[in-house]
């Protein structure tokens, strides 16, 4: 059963499943897949541009413990929690599909190159990698954007993951569209920073009890301090909201296309 949750439809299924099902997606832009937490869910009420992406996405998943608990209560029982660790673990596995090329838009020259060490030492041929560290602000850069883009198309990008953070990531490849070929898109932010073993994830007793947000906080406080603290609560008011406007409700209906999502936005669209 898909679940609908504050308005967005979330995508079934495990990690494995959820990258075959946007791999089998029609190859005509861009299929990203979106990470839920309770962040974006403030951020999608106050960016529209990070909402285009949510709406252009091909899949969304339930990314943290108190979204996936809530679905639950709304009657979602087998809901589940599917995190950007998870999909660039699942990404990342062996075997290497044949003709798999993977460009890595990092948040340091240090994650690309240590992430590209531990690939090439699993087996994964060091030309079928690319990386790049775009500079503060690069998604309003359009210079910049056009020669990230080209570079991703020519690269033969067959699996797009970038790790600088929610809601830029989204946006920009959804403005960038069919510019960057029809790749996978991941956005995991700092779960690529995990994948290259150079930050520490929660242990799974936290992540099971729902308090990773905190094992990442004694990590980075000053960065993560208001995120956690003051904007989260915003998500009560949103929360009574969408329950008076029934939007909280379970659904059964499949999660919007990126093609189906446009036309809505955009009703004379063909």
């Known amino acids: 059963m898909n679940v609908r949750l ?12 959820i990258l075959r099902f946007a791999a089998a997606q029609p190859a005509t832009r861009p299929r990203l897949i979106v990470t839920a937490n309770l962040d974006h869910v403030v951020t ?6 990070f909402r285009a992406a949510y709406d252009g996405a091909v899949a ?18 087998s809901a589940r929690r599917v995190t950007g660790h998870d999909l660039i673990a699942a990404a990342l596995a062996p075997p290497w599909p044949a003709g798999q090329r993977l460009y890595l838009v990092c948040a340091t020259e240090a994650v690309g190159r240590h992430l590209t060490e531990r690939l090439v030492a699993a087996g994964i041929g060091r030309e079928a990698i690319a990386t790049t560290v775009p500079p503060y602000g690069f998604e309003t850069d359009e210079a910049y954007s056009h020669t990230l883009s080209e570079a991703v198309r020519t690269h033969g990008t067959t699996l797009l993951v970038l790790g600088v953070g929610a809601p830029r990531s989204e946006i920009w490849v959804d403005r960038q569209g069919a510019a960057l070929g029809a790749p996978v898109v991941l956005a995991v932010g700092e779960a690529m920073n995990v994948a290259a073993g150079l930050v520490p994830r929660a242990p799974v007793f936290l992540q099971r009890a729902g308090l990773e947000w905190f094992f990442r906080f004694l990590h980075a ?9 003051v904007r989260s609560w915003r998500l009560v008011g949103i929360g009574i909201r969408a329950f008076r406007k029934g939007a909280s409700k379970p659904a059964d209906a499949a999660p919007l296309s990126p093609v189906g999502a446009r036309a809505r936005r955009n009703p004379d669209s063909c």
Do not use: K
Not at 6 to 17: C, E, L, Q, V
Not at 63 to 76: F, H, S, T
């Open 6 to 17: 504050f308005d967005i439809a979330f995508t079934p299924g495990s990690a494995a499943d």
């Open 44 to 49: 999608l009420t106050e960016n529209a541009a």
């Open 60 to 77: 969304r998943t339930l990314d943290g413990m108190p979204l996936v608990w809530l679905a639950r209560l709304r009657g979602a029982r």
């Open 221 to 229: 406080p000053r960065r993560l301090f208001r995120r956690y603290f």
